[in-house]
């Protein structure tokens, strides 16, 4: 039962142990966002302009984002309306979002890392065949994830992002370099607690940076990447742990290897710039106006600055926030929000579909178990191109719902696969139909989309403690299922646990439905003007 307990991150579906895979990111989609972008203006006719300038007036008085089911393109951000010729695209932003993002190719590269050299490790450490151990060095890592998550959103208050990835490389390194050396079972367990320590922080970490430094209008798309950077971790780390199957002491290499990239991190860091939003909070006025003409557009600095002010004076002007807070209107609803997407995200069994996904493929003759990762990630692959193309085209909550009504419907084909009195190659067709279409569902927006919007419905104020509580939701829910998961199949069956997938997974598209604000083109200063306006009118 532990030997099956997994690890998924919640913006790439990859399990930790027993499903690695891979994909390969095609550097050229970059340039083809940037040179049809999602938005596009036209000059409108003076009469036109002048009866929409008077419409605007009067819609002025009115919140925005004012009901919970509010439809994708009801409104359209300010910087849109505005000039646009000094905009500088995605391109000035993305070698900040590529290091930022590096972090998750860490991660990656330690949830395939394990994978081939287990067994060796597992003989040289003298726990071979005991299978509570083998799962209890997966979930060791899972308990450093979830401590990194609740202290991350501490630190970001007080140092910024940028210093905060720095710091959080330390347990990286360590945790790589104790791990490699271990001559001890005791070792082992605390050198993956210290990864697991600095997985989490990272976790919480990268949505927010992305969120605060991407300009509006590419802000979902640069969200995407780092779930190809843990694509690309994994690639690595199977590709690397190749030589331990003749070599039963080449695990302590690629495990040294494990902390390069935690040195290149914290290097890459130094030349990155922080949150402009974090540096007008500390009362670095200059040096956000600088990072926000560098990034995007000397024409957004004086009006991205006046919003910044506004906000924190609204907010209050320190620095740290208090997890109390989270308790109070409207922080608790947004917390509340992102803790049941999590929830949701999870018990939708993405996990649980990649682990029992090894034993579908079997069935229609793969029995290798690189191929059946090669068809996984070329899914996921796959799912995340689209979600990097429509993020900031159709919007975060139509994806959402498409996603879980996808995934849905996926689940409940393979349960008829299952069921039905069919031709037993036509039902192991279907089987594979329906897997390989969740997957490429779950990339397409329940992955990538949970991950970005809690930070862009969450105040400035408190973001990085929202960010906290909801992915530290998110370990808890994941250990569950791994841990649960084979005995819940062993006892009801597959039919009967795909089924409540999939009606989970029906429900989390009613709650993204009727909970979910649109955030596609909005700035997080007028995002959070918005939902605290409509909070209050909500009170009276």
Known sequence: MWAAAGIIHPLCPVPMILIPHSSTPKPSLCFLLNKHP??????????????????????????????????????????????????????????????????????????????????????????????????????????????????????????????????????????????????????????????????????????????????????????????????????????????????????????????????????????????????????????????????WGPSHADKAIEEFQSVIRSDGGDLESRWLELLEKPHSRVAFIGGALFVLQQFAGINGVLYFSSLTFQDVGITSGALASLYIGLTNFAGALCALYLMDKQGRKRLLVGSYFGMAISMFLVVYSITSPLDEELGHNLSILGTILYIFMFAIGAGPVTGLIIPEISSSRTRGKIMSFSFSVHWVCNFLVGLFFLELVEKLGVAPVYTSFGAVSLLAAAFAYYFIVETKGRSLEEIEMSLNSTSAANDK
């Open 38 to 295: 999602p938005f596009r203006l036209r000059r409108r006719p003076p009469l036109e302009r002048k009866f929409r300038a008077t419409a605007a007036k009067k819609q002025k008085q009115l919140p925005e984002l004012n009901t919970p089911n509010q439809q994708d393109g009801e409104s359209t951000s300010t910087q849109e309306k505005g000039d646009t010729r000094n905009d500088l695209g995605w391109l000035p932003a993305f070698p900040h979002v590529l290091v930022a993002s590096s972090s998750n190719f860490l991660f990656g590269y330690h949830i395939g890392v394990m994978n081939g050299p287990i067994v060796s490790i597992a003989r040289e450490l003298g726990f071979e065949g005991k299978s509570f151990i083998e799962g209890l060095v997966v979930s060791i890592f899972i308990a450093g994830a979830f401590i990194g998550s609740l202290s991350c959103g501490s630190l970001v208050d007080k140092f910024g992002c940028r210093r905060t990835f720095q710091v959080d490389t330390i347990p990286l390194i360590l945790g790589a370099i104790v791990s490699a050396q271990a001559h001890s079972l005791d070792e082992m367990f605390f050198g993956r607690f210290l990864v697991g320590l600095g997985i989490g922080v990272n976790t919480v970490l990268v949505p927010i940076y992305i969120s605060e430094v991407a300009p509006t209008k590419y802000r979902g798309s640069l969200g995407t990447i780092c779930q190809i950077g843990t694509c690309l971790g994994i690639i690595a780390s199977l590709f690397l742990g190749i030589p331990s199957e003749n070599d039963p002491h080449w695990w302590r290499t690629i495990l040294y290897l494990a902390s390069v990239p935690g040195f290149i991190l914290t290097l890459g860091m130094q030349f990155a710039v922080d949150s402009p939003r974090w540096l007008c909070k500390a009362g670095r006025l200059e040096d956000a106006k600088k990072v926000i003409r560098d990034l």
